[in-house]
Each structure stands twice: as C-alpha cells, then as structure tokens.
Nanobody, 125 residues
Framework: QVQLVESGGGLVQAGGSLRLSCTAS????????MGWFRQAPGKEREFVAG????????GYADSVKGRFTISRDNAKNTVYLQMSSLKPEDTAVYYC??????????????????WGQGTQVTVSS
C-alpha cells in the first residue's frame, strides 16, 4: 500500500511558475512508475507527465511539453512537477499516481494503482 500526498498548488498569474510535489509513504517508492494527471471542471482526467522508476524515462502531454518538467528523488520518496509559462487552461486539480506494474510510465489513468488526493492549481489571466 502506498499513500501519496500532493502539495504546492495555488493561485498564480498567467506566465508564472509553480512546483508541485508528491510524497509517498513506504519504502518501495523506487518500484513505481509515477505520473501526474489533471482534471478541470467538466472535463475528463488527462495525462500530464510520467516518469520511470529510475527517472531515466519521461514523457509529456503535447499541451505541456516544453513548459512542464517531471522529476523524482527516490531518496526523498518524492516526485515533482515543475510548471512554467502557465496558462489559464492549465487550471485544474492535479493528481499524482503510482503504477507498480511498469518500469516505465503509462499515459493511461486506469493503469495506475494509487492516487493522491489532488492539489488545486488556478492560473489567472
């Protein structure tokens, strides 16, 4: 069992930056591929970024590529999402998730086993 806790959300102006963190309980964090997803009001949850167990493989949704960076520190049981050049359309609840089955990462939410409670990101225009 893994518990995930996100932090770092908030209100920011367009063009600004935020860094989200997701800290996991337990001793097996490095055994999980990790992903960030987001869900805006009235929309389905969508993939944002993913990172492999060791951090060597990353991937991004086209909508955030070049603006967001995912990273992880296995010694701290934490995965990060650095968000820059934020746009109003980035406004959503952001969730981190852990996938125990793949050594890489998956863009499909139904392949993740554990989820955090989410953190709100609001970008004003």
């Amino acid at each position: 069992q893994v518990q995930l806790v996100e932090s770092g959300g908030g209100l920011v102006q367009a063009g600004g930056s935020l860094r989200l963190s997701c800290t996991a309980s337990g001793r097996t964090f490095s055994s999980y591929g990790m992903g960030w997803f987001r869900q805006a009001p009235g929309k389905e949850r969508e993939f944002v970024a993913g990172i492999s167990r060791g951090g060597g493989i990353t991937g991004y949704a086209d909508s955030v590529k070049g603006r967001f960076t995912i990273s992880r520190d296995n010694a701290k049981n934490t995965v990060y999402l650095q968000m820059s050049s934020l746009k109003p359309e980035d406004t959503a609840v952001y969730y981190c998730a852990a996938d125990r089955r793949t050594s890489g990462y998956s863009p499909r939410s139904n392949e993740y086993d554990y989820w955090g409670q989410g953190t709100q990101v609001t970008v004003s225009s």
